[in-house]
């Protein structure tokens, strides 16, 4: 599967009325690939994301997908069925508040088992197997299978979230801050097991954050978006450890040094 | 129906102007078209409140003709305060023929009940829905539930099940059960146990659903497959009942439990009253001669 990028994005752009969401954003994601959308609040990262996750329509540009079946596609034409089965097959979404990605009335392994009933599985036994082996490798405790998520704290909630996503093998994974509203050190559990993940499923992720470290730790390449456009973009390392744009520069700067 | 025919109350016949009927006849034409899907209709106020059977009068007085005859069942009993009143509205604004057995009926409005008499040919059942789409209570969003019926996205319907079973051990809805009709729409029953649910598989009458409140008509054609959702491993099963009807002595019937007295007195009798009384009649008829 190194046929080539697995999403191609190319001038995308997306205008509110006469203010820019996001303009002008083209890269290449690649298979197996982190890539970290960063900025500050209102830069157009979540937009962006939105518009490649077809969560909303871009105004402008294209973005091109590789289906499992290794022919890469318009996601602008897709049908919507196409384009629904698509993200609950191979794509997860993972949201900043748990409560949005999550369904907060029904216990935690249905939550994890929704998207394999979804796909057409219609045995119990083999659905709840999943289930446990999946809050498993998320490191919650398989005796709180039963439980509602509105009796989890908010790290759970998160870790269930990439567990429900993670249950039918996405190849894509888009994420909007998961550490956002977590403690520090919940925030570094989940990162750690994030990178465990990917490294082992060998999952390609965009992740928006305007938390640079969360970049450092997670992510092969950024972006750096300020006012909707793209404005540095590089090897993580790179753009960290010798930012070329004022702005960014000024945002390295801005991490609190110990 | 063929001249317009007005009734001792001085309404028109079967209380509904012809144009209501007309559109609703179209609702239910294009309900019988697409089994199982909702058909959205224009529902009137009716001069009952609503949760007591205006979508299954307005499809009654839609489909019913000077020469039907009419059976009103509430949870299967011919003479509760529904029932009573339903049936009374109808001799009093269509003058039609009403009955309380299901063999003459050609028309039978139902609440929570497919009677136990085998359904014919040419009947129609009409049942009261309170709430008919399925997946409201696990999608609040509308427009979400129409396109997932849409795009035949019915996951959602089994993780409901699958709650059932991590809770209870085994599937725990025990009414409105839901059913895949003609391989295609998931449908809500409306709210019969699901002891009933086999009685709509196949059956050779119309069944025609309205909800008066929700304005949505749906509908099974005659001979149109419908089964129960269920997982491999955890089948589809109706309700069993260890001891007969305490009355007439039927199995394999739906029975209701009767409180006798404060000291855990009880029986379970019959909840299809005709059926109960009329196999009571043949035993009594069988002893005395």
């Keep these: ?258 | 129906m063929s001249a317009v025919t007005m009734s001792e109350a001085g309404t028109n016949f079967a209380y509904l102007d012809e144009e209501t009927k007309r559109m609703i006849r179209r609702a239910i034409l294009k309900a019988i078209a697409i089994p199982g899907y909702q058909v959205p209709f224009a529902s009137r106020e009716m001069p009952m409140p609503y949760g007591w059977g205006t979508g299954g009068v307005q499809v009654t007085a839609a489909v019913i003709g000077p020469d039907d005859v009419l059976k009103v069942i509430d949870q299967g009993a011919d003479d509760t305060t529904n029932a009573v009143s339903i049936r009374a509205f109808f001799r009093k604004v269509a003058r039609v023929a009403v009955t309380t057995h299901t063999a003459e009926a050609t028309v039978i409005q139902t609440r929570h009940r497919i009677p136990e008499h085998p359904l014919i040919e040419g009947q129609i059942l009409v049942y009261q829905v309170p709430i008919p789409e399925p997946l409201r209570f696990l999608e609040p969003r509308e427009t979400e539930t129409r396109t997932m019926h849409a795009l035949e996205e019915y996951g959602l319907m089994h993780v409901k099940l699958y709650e059932d079973i991590a809770h209870h051990g085994r599937i725990a809805t025990s009414y409105a059960y839901p059913v895949k009709v003609a391989g295609r729409y998931v449908m809500d029953p409306s709210p019969i146990p699901k002891f009933d649910n086999p009685k709509m598989h196949l059956s050779p009458a119309l069944q025609l659903f309205g909800a008066g409140r929700e304005k949505r008509i749906y509908a099974i054609p005659p001979h149109t497959d419908v089964r129960s959702l269920d997982f491999e491993d955890h089948p589809f099963e109706i309700q069993r009942f260890d001891e007969p009807c305490a009355l007439c002595g039927a199995r394999n019937v739906y029975l209701d439990e009767v409180i006798l007295d404060d000291r855990g007195g009880r029986m379970f009798v019959c909840s299809d009253t005709d059926n109960c009384e009329s196999r009571q009649a043949d035993a009594q008829k069988e002893t005395a001669a």
């Design chain 1, 1 to 258: 599967m190194s046929e080539g990028p697995l999403l191609i994005a190319r001038d995308v752009g997306k205008n509110y009325g006469n203010r820019i969401g996001c303009t002008d954003v083209s890269f290449d994601l690649w298979p197996g690939e982190v890539l970290a959308i960063v900025g500050e609040s209102g830069s157009g990262k979540t937009t962006l994301l939105n518009c490649l996750s077809t969560r909303l329509n871009a105004d402008r540009g294209t973005v091109t997908y590789r289906m499992r079946d290794g022919v890469a596609r318009d996601l602008a034409a897709l049908g919507e069925a196409e384009r629904r089965f698509l993200m609950r097959t191979d794509w997860g979404f993972v949201h900043q508040n748990p409560a949005d990605g999550l369904r907060m009335g029904v216990s935690a392994g249905a939550n994890v088992g929704e998207r394999l009933m979804a796909v057409g599985n219609r045995h119990y036994g083999r659905i709840r197997h999943c289930a446990e082996d999946w809050l498993n490798r998320v490191e919650i405790d398989v005796d709180r299978i039963d439980d509602r998520p509105r009796a989890f704290s908010g790290g759970m909630r998160q870790r269930l979230q990439i567990a429900r996503n993670l249950v039918t093998s996405p190849r894509l994974v888009f994420m909007d801050e998961p550490t956002g509203g977590l403690d520090v050190s919940v925030q570094a559990r989940l990162l750690d097991l994030v990178r465990g993940l990917v490294r082992d499923l060998g999952l390609s992720v965009i992740i928006v954050t305007h938390d640079l470290a969360v970049a450092r730790l997670l992510s092969h390449r950024m972006m750096v978006m300020k006012e909707g456009r793209v404005i540095e973009q590089g090897l993580t390392d790179r753009v960290l450890d010798d930012p070329r744009e004022p702005y960014t520069q000024l945002l390295v700067s801005s991490i609190p040094q110990a």
